[in-house]
């Protein structure tokens, strides 16, 4: 696995299967998590539930097309990086195309090498970053996954710091307690108490932490 993909995941909407088993195969040999779907319904779901870093997604399948799919996750993010995979592209699509504000498209076939130069630069536009400032005085420190607090870095749990990359990478969109049971229980069964303590025991260590609860959803964290 690349180390700067780590931490990172991927959604691939592609409803051809010798193209997808494919791509997945290779895909999971460099993101932490890859999801899959063979339509544009099942992958707005899998958005919804897993909130993916990237989206790749074929542009002609059935029940939802990709620039369908596109425009709906857009509603729910408005940076998450986007490409489109077809083999052929009309003035039409690509004029939705900038409409949506996909972050590029993908021309089939395509090798491997041109997928990953695609990543490459997903991961140089959007998440080579070392220091995220979440207010005055907290930093995230993406690349070490630590949270300094006037300089010094604060000592977390495993679940804490967890929670709080969850939180970032999803900043200013609603992290869902679904997701939460999802990336930081995963096998075990997430109590309501458990998380309300572990969510109190963060607020304790970072006081003047933005982080709303929207109540019976999840918890959002407001960074300007």
């Not at 990172?8 to 791509?23: F, G, Q, R, T, Y």
């Not at 195969?25 to 707005?44: C, Q």
């Not at 077809?86 to 498209?105: C, K, P, V, Y």
Request: proline share 3%; charged share 25%.
């Amino acid at each position: 696995m690349s180390l700067k993909y780590k931490y990172l995941s991927l959604l691939l909407v592609e409803d051809d299967e010798a193209i997808s088993s494919e791509v997945v195969e290779y895909l999971k040999r460099i993101f932490s998590k890859v999801y899959h779907a063979t339509n544009g319904r099942a992958g707005y779901e899998m958005y919804e539930d897993f909130r993916p870093d990237i989206v790749i997604t074929d542009i002609k399948m059935p029940i939802m097309n990709g620039l369908e799919l596109a425009r709906k996750i857009r509603n729910l993010n408005e940076s998450v990086p986007i490409y489109i995979i077809t083999a052929f592209t009309t003035e039409h699509s690509l004029m939705e195309g900038i409409e949506i504000g996909l972050t590029g498209w993908l021309k089939k076939p395509f090798l491997h090498t041109t997928l990953l130069d695609e990543l490459d630069k997903i991961y140089t536009h959007f998440f080579k970053c070392d220091n995220i400032e979440i207010c005055k005085g907290v930093v995230y420190n993406s690349l070490q996954h630590d949270i300094l607090v006037d300089d010094k870095v604060l000592p977390l749990t495993r679940k804490e710091n967890e929670l709080l990359a969850l939180l970032v990478k999803n900043a200013n969109n609603i992290v869902t307690y679904d997701m939460i049971a999802y990336e930081i229980y995963r096998d075990k069964v997430m109590s309501d108490n458990a998380l309300r303590v572990l969510v109190k025991t963060i607020r304790y260590k970072i006081p003047r932490l933005p982080l709303k609860n929207i109540f019976g959803v999840g918890y959002k964290l407001l960074i300007a």
